[in-house]
């Protein structure tokens, strides 16, 4: 091709005109084009150079870590870590006897208050609820770290008494495990992921983080802040009380002579707050044992009262109520005002509507114990 060229341009000239030197100029055009070629590839290499370096500098410096971005959460016994995009807090629970970890893909509410149901319009929320104070209890198994989740541990719907947690939570599908930790300490461990089953993905995130949970062995003791319970037990021979004021719900006390039915734990544990009364343990509630309620409400204006402190030979027996099962369970309830707009709704749960002068004697000591900080406290008759 190029010797084509050549001779015909050479026919084309003027036979005076010296021929001119093709070889030279075809020298002299590649050695032009290998130019531009060159400072073409040179302009690409340094316009790469002006713009992807800086882009990884910039993407080394902004891009979230998961080191860095991993925020470290300490408090009442427990630490966790928490992974970007989670939002967690460590709450006190007193009254249950330990703490609570509530953790959510979406911001939690601004209040403090362990009250925390679990029903989410989105995202995934998790729970690490101490209910030592409601221990022993059976169904629990000791572990040595928190741990994720199995896939036994997808909640099954089970009769769970009423408590509205516990059927947002079994309709949910959730995922729930009972352990206990160190030297005793117990957990209600659940996850709600808005789904049945979970979401590999979103099951994986839930395993990330209770794996990164430590829990000191030994329970701890309410910090120094913790404000007396609106209303409580003292502690004493033959039974254990617990107490929960959680936000949004009238401050109520437990007692309870025999161990707590497992689904009254749960129900605690879901809710970090307690149902009006332990409905399971009530409805199972076997010869000997006795159950203790106190709640302090508004007082109702024509309301029977009795005089504090309170006393089972003021209390009435209910005829009928809405619980108890089969209505074999007893209950005899006493209202004693507590202020000028308040009382403390007392009931008294007995396994037969004939109790035993020991269940009676029971009864009689817990109600000894019962405790509202601004009312002075004597014996009961």
């Known amino acids: 091709m190029p010797d084509q060229l050549k001779e015909r341009i050479r026919r084309a000239l003027p036979d005076e005109q010296p021929a001119p030197d093709l070889d030279a100029v075809a020298r002299r055009a590649r050695r032009l084009r290998a130019r531009r070629v060159a400072a073409a590839a040179l302009a690409g290499v340094l316009i790469v150079a002006a713009v992807v370096v800086p882009l990884a500098a910039l993407r080394h410096l902004h891009a979230p870590s998961t080191a860095a971005s991993t925020r470290h959460l300490q408090g009442a016994g427990m630490s966790v870590d928490v992974p970007p995009g989670w939002h967690a807090r460590i709450v006190d629970l007193p009254g249950l006897g330990g703490t609570s970890l509530q953790a959510s893909t979406v911001p939690l509410p601004r209040t403090t208050a362990p009250n925390w149901p679990v029903g989410v319009p989105h995202g995934v929320r998790v729970g690490v609820v101490e209910v030592t104070g409601l221990c022993p209890c059976r169904g629990f ?11 036994t541990d997808w909640y099954r719907p089970v009769p769970i008494g009423s408590n509205r947690e516990t059927r947002v939570f079994q309709k949910e599908g959730g995922y729930l495990k009972l352990v206990t930790v160190g030297n005793g300490r117990a957990f209600v461990v659940w996850a709600s992921f808005r789904w049945r089953p979970a979401p590999p993905h979103q099951l994986r995130q839930v395993d990330t983080l209770l794996s990164s949970i ?15 319970p609106p209303v409580s037990f003292d502690p004493g021979d033959g039974g254990q009380t617990a107490w929960s004021a959680a936000a949004g719900e009238a ?6 002579t025999v161990p707590l039915d497992t689904r009254d734990v749960i129900g605690a544990g879901l809710s970090s707050a307690f149902d009006y009364y332990p409905i399971s343990t009530v409805d199972h509630l076997a010869r000997g044992g006795v159950v203790v309620v106190a709640t302090i409400l508004p007082k109702v204006a024509g309301t029977p009262m009795g005089a504090w402190p309170a006393r089972l030979g003021d209390a009435v027996p209910q005829a009928h109520w809405e619980g108890g099962e089969e209505q074999r369970i007893a209950r005899y309830r006493v209202d004693v005002p507590v202020g000028r707009a308040q009382v403390a709704q007392v009931d008294v749960y007995f396994p037969t509507h004939r109790p035993t002068p020991r269940e009676r004697l029971l009864a009689r000591s817990i109600l000894d114990r019962l405790k509202v900080p601004w009312v002075t406290s004597a014996p009961s008759g």
């Open 141 to 151: 198994r000791h572990v040595e770290t928190i741990g994720g989740f199995r896939s």
């Open 214 to 228: 430590a829990i000191d062995p030994d329970p701890v003791a309410p910090s120094s802040g913790t404000s007396s």
């Open 251 to 256: 401050p109520t006390a437990w007692a309870w």
